[in-house]
């Protein structure tokens, strides 16, 4: 289908607007081959048993980074320690830039917190010879910071082990013994490793806005490397969907690939092993699902015609993320919920505390326990 404004077709436009502007532009849906809506991914504890607010009041959503080493206290790169309100890790990363002096690029961090929550997160500045500005002087009434130390190495993203949350959901409503009982399962069982839904942008609109990409519409870097994500995410989302209405998300499979817990690392299986069946039901290793992109599935039999069928459902998706190449990698389709504690502090106030490895969610908790008004 051509797509034509003002007479004239839409990419042409599209590359005269960006011209005259510099700004983003994507081809409408109308244009695309395929378009996707972000589903409801199926529940693994029955569905949500209350409804509540979160994120009414900075300090509803609390979060502290568990970076998993201590600064060396020597080299040349100054690790912050830093308390945010209300602002991103980009902005953050951006103003520590203009005060110190440096690039962009000369700014670590290891993972990007939430605007709309209290966070506390390290970040790295270069400073090769170089003495530390007053770091008291970049605070301001949104940003603290908290330690100031010397390292070897800069921060890279993905070196955080985990994260520790402190949630409040306000003006909570429903079946508390059934809210309890599904935190008790929560506790023993883990949780699917589902994407949050932040992860896709308004309504799902950056999965739409990766297939423009993979169609021709030109982005900056910062937006590419977010939508390429995006795509990556949904299939991981499809793939542990089917497994979590299978019932099997946390079973091993034939031919699962099963990750170590809180690792990367992976490996595959070639036959039912009840060892290694042993070692998955005694929470040590994980059943893996793919984040999609160049390379071998690294699966077979059961699980790999799991993962082949959502290949054949997004077609577009898996053929962008070919040409760009992405490169394949894999993610647990299931995650532990350490230190997980609740309470109903007041008839309809419920607060949680929970430590979640690093990339895991902890909206992907919430949606098991309550729907948001």
């Known amino acids: 289908m051509r797509c034509f404004i003002f007479g004239i077709e839409w990419f042409e436009f599209l590359n005269l607007y960006r011209k005259l502007t510099d700004l983003e532009v994507v081809p409408p849906q109308d244009c695309m081959t395929q378009t996707v809506q972000l589903p409801d991914w199926p529940f693994a504890y029955g569905g949500p048993s209350g409804q509540g607010k979160i994120r009414s009041y900075p300090d509803d959503f609390i979060v502290h980074e568990q970076l998993g080493f201590e600064p060396s206290g020597s080299g040349e790169h100054v690790f912050l320690y830093i308390e945010k309100t209300g602002e991103n890790t980009e902005y953050v990363a951006r103003a520590l830039a203009r005060f110190a002096e440096v690039r962009q690029r000369d700014i670590g961090y290891a993972g990007l917190k939430d605007r709309h929550a209290r966070t506390r997160q390290w970040f790295s500045v270069w400073l090769p010879g170089k003495s530390d500005p007053n770091w008291q002087e970049f605070e301001t009434d949104d940003i603290k910071v908290l330690s100031a130390e010397r390292h070897n ?149 059961e699980a790999h015609s799991i993962e082949q069928a959502v290949c054949k459902k997004y077609p577009k998706l898996v053929e962008g993320l070919i040409k760009a190449k992405v490169e394949l990698a894999r993610r647990p389709l299931r995650i532990m919920v350490e230190n997980l504690n609740w309470q109903f502090a007041e008839p309809n106030c419920l607060t949680l505390a929970f430590s979640l490895p690093a990339g895991s969610y902890a909206t992907t908790l919430l949606r098991e326990i309550i729907t948001q008004d």
């Open 153 to 301: 190495k800069k921060l890279k993203r993905g070196v955080l082990v985990g994260n520790d949350f402190n949630l409040t959901v306000r003006e909570w409503n429903g079946d508390k013994d059934q809210t309890i009982a599904i935190f008790e399962a929560i506790k023993e069982q883990g949780l699917p490793n589902y994407f949050g839904e932040q992860r896709f942008g308004f309504q799902g609109q950056n999965i739409n806005q990766a297939l423009a990409l993979f169609q021709g519409a030109k982005v900056k870097r910062q937006q590419r490397s977010l939508y390429l994500s995006a795509a990556r995410s949904f299939l991981f989302n499809e793939v542990l969907a089917e497994r979590v209405k299978q019932k099997n998300w946390n079973q091993y499979l034939a031919g699962d690939a099963l990750m170590f817990d809180r690792s990367r690392s992976y490996f595959k299986t070639e036959t039912m092993d009840q060892e290694l069946r042993a070692r998955v039901n005694d929470y040590n290793v994980h059943p893996s699902g793919m984040l999609y992109g160049f390379g071998q599935l690294d699966v077979k039999d």
